[in-house]
Structure formats: structure tokens, C-alpha cells
């Protein structure tokens, strides 16, 4: 009885897969999707699978945050720490998100990236191999063919052409990637706190459910490269 008593007690807190636990894992990241993706975006790729946010510290302000605390004064950050450590990672191809792409990471365009690849090649190099290179390269970069006899304020200015060339082929849709974490609830799963993850950037939030809804509430923590 011992067993059972504290797996009800900690169940509430963990992002499951029962129905109604995915119904609120549905309606939440709907509210995220809303928040985090451009509007005008017709489509967006998600990475397939959640992560799990190992925050060991809530990064706030408690006066920028006043308001939210004295409107939700039982709302404890802190609370949600142990049951993150029982997240588990979800598959969003088993939830309908509207407008998402979802693909595995290493299928997601890469346009973004803390980091620039730029892979030269030989100016001999047939253009049917650098096309094809160019169609499967994932990484946030891009491919060209250079003259050896080339100085190399004139291979930058290749470079750089290229660059500009590669931005202006893709749909702003295309040069962005989504993350997002496993939700953790709180006990009455009246709050979440999720995270989203792009290349360059990434935020870790307070949902509130109000009526059926789940509405943004606060930012705990943002980052950016």
C-alpha cells in the first residue's frame, strides 16, 4: 500500500501518456507553438523528440516577477526541480501539432547554428558532386568550389557570395528549428513549465491553465548564444 500511496503522490507531477495527461501535454504545447513560432510561419520543424530541461538553478528576478507571485502566491519554482527529475522524453509525431515538420534532429534543416561551416572544395570538382553535397549537408554552413589560384581576399568574397546566395534560396521557415522540452506539471496541474530551444536561443516558461486554456504566464530563464 506504502508503494502504490506514493506513486499517486508523484504521478501528478510527471508528463505521462495517460489521456488526460495528454490532452494537457496537447493544449500546452499548442499555447507554446502560438507563442514561440512567427505567425506568419506557414509551416515550422520541430525536432521529433522532447527533451528534458536539467535547469539545477530558476534564473528570476523576484521584483521583475512581482506581480506573478502575488497573483499566484502558491506557485513554487523550485517544487518542480525533483519532478523534472522524473521526466520522460515524448515522441511528438504521437501528438498532433499544428503547422510542425517533425523530423529527427539530424534531418532538421541546420540553417542556424552557434557555429558557420564552410566546406571548400576543388574547383575541379564535377557540379553534379557539388549539388549533390549541397542537398544533403545538414550543417549550418555551406559548400564551394574554389580556384587554387585564388587570393584570399577573393576566396572570402566567394565565401561570402555563397552565404548570401544560400540565405536568399530558403523560405524563412526553412532557416529555423524548434526544440521543446517534457512539461512538467505541478501537483494540481494547474502550472507548467516547459522550454523551447532554437539554435541561437532558448527560454524556459510559466503556463498557467485558465479555464481550458494553458496561457503564458512568465519567463524564468532566457538564453541566447
Same mark, same amino acid.
Given at each position: 500500500?506504502?508503494?502504490?500511496?506514493?506513486?499517486?503522490?508523484?504521478?501528478?507531477?510527471?508528463?505521462?501518456?495517460?489521456?488526460?495527461?495528454?490532452?494537457?501535454?496537447?493544449?500546452?504545447?499548442?499555447?507554446?507553438?502560438?507563442?514561440?513560432? %512567427?505567425? =506568419? +510561419?506557414?509551416? @515550422?520543424?520541430?525536432?521529433?523528440?522532447? $527533451?528534458?530541461?536539467?535547469?539545477?538553478?530558476?534564473?528570476? /528576478? %523576484?521584483? =521583475? +516577477?512581482?506581480? @506573478?507571485?502575488?497573483?499566484?502566491?502558491? $506557485?513554487?519554482?523550485?517544487?518542480?526541480?525533483?519532478?523534472? /527529475?522524473?521526466?520522460?522524453?515524448?515522441?511528438?509525431?504521437?501528438?498532433?501539432?499544428?503547422?510542425?515538420?517533425?523530423?529527427?534532429?539530424?534531418?532538421?534543416?541546420?540553417?542556424?547554428?552557434?557555429?558557420?561551416?564552410?566546406?571548400?572544395?576543388?574547383?575541379?570538382?564535377?557540379?553534379?558532386?557539388?549539388?549533390?553535397?549541397?542537398?544533403?549537408?545538414?550543417?549550418?554552413?555551406?559548400?564551394?568550389?574554389?580556384?587554387?589560384?585564388?587570393?584570399?581576399?577573393?576566396?572570402?568574397?566567394?565565401?561570402?557570395?555563397?552565404?548570401?546566395?544560400?540565405?536568399?534560396?530558403?523560405?524563412?521557415?526553412?532557416?529555423?528549428?524548434?526544440?521543446?522540452?517534457?512539461?512538467?506539471?505541478?501537483?494540481?496541474?494547474?502550472?507548467?513549465?516547459?522550454?523551447?530551444?532554437?539554435?541561437?536561443?532558448?527560454?524556459?516558461?510559466?503556463?498557467?491553465?485558465?479555464?481550458?486554456?494553458?496561457?503564458?504566464?512568465?519567463?524564468?530563464?532566457?538564453?541566447?548564444?
Amino acid at each position: 500500500m506504502t508503494k502504490r500511496f506514493l506513486i499517486l503522490i508523484v504521478l501528478p507531477f510527471i508528463a505521462g501518456t495517460t489521456f488526460g495527461q495528454k490532452k494537457d501535454i496537447r493544449q500546452l504545447v499548442q499555447a507554446v507553438v502560438e507563442k514561440a513560432v %512567427p505567425p =506568419e +510561419f506557414t509551416y @515550422f520543424h520541430l525536432v521529433d523528440s522532447s $527533451f528534458i530541461s536539467r535547469y539545477s538553478t530558476i534564473y528570476y /528576478d %523576484p521584483l =521583475e +516577477f512581482k506581480t @506573478f507571485y502575488k497573483e499566484n502566491p502558491r $506557485f513554487d519554482a523550485e517544487a518542480f526541480k525533483a519532478a523534472n /527529475d522524473n521526466a520522460k522524453k515524448i515522441n511528438w509525431n504521437k501528438f498532433k501539432i499544428p503547422r510542425a515538420r517533425i523530423n529527427p534532429y539530424e534531418k532538421i534543416p541546420h540553417y542556424e547554428g552557434q557555429f558557420w561551416i564552410t566546406t571548400l572544395l576543388p574547383w575541379s570538382t564535377p557540379d553534379s558532386v557539388l549539388e549533390e553535397k549541397r542537398r544533403h549537408y545538414n550543417s549550418p554552413g555551406v559548400i564551394l568550389k574554389v580556384n587554387e589560384q585564388w587570393t584570399e581576399a577573393q576566396q572570402n568574397e566567394a565565401i561570402q557570395k555563397e552565404r548570401e546566395r544560400y540565405a536568399s534560396s530558403l523560405k524563412p521557415e526553412d532557416k529555423k528549428y524548434f526544440a521543446i522540452s517534457t512539461p512538467v506539471f505541478s501537483k494540481d496541474r494547474r502550472y507548467a513549465i516547459i522550454e523551447v530551444q532554437t539554435a541561437l536561443e532558448g527560454w524556459c516558461q510559466v503556463y498557467k491553465k485558465v479555464g481550458r486554456k494553458w496561457v503564458y504566464q512568465v519567463t524564468l530563464s532566457h538564453r541566447m548564444a
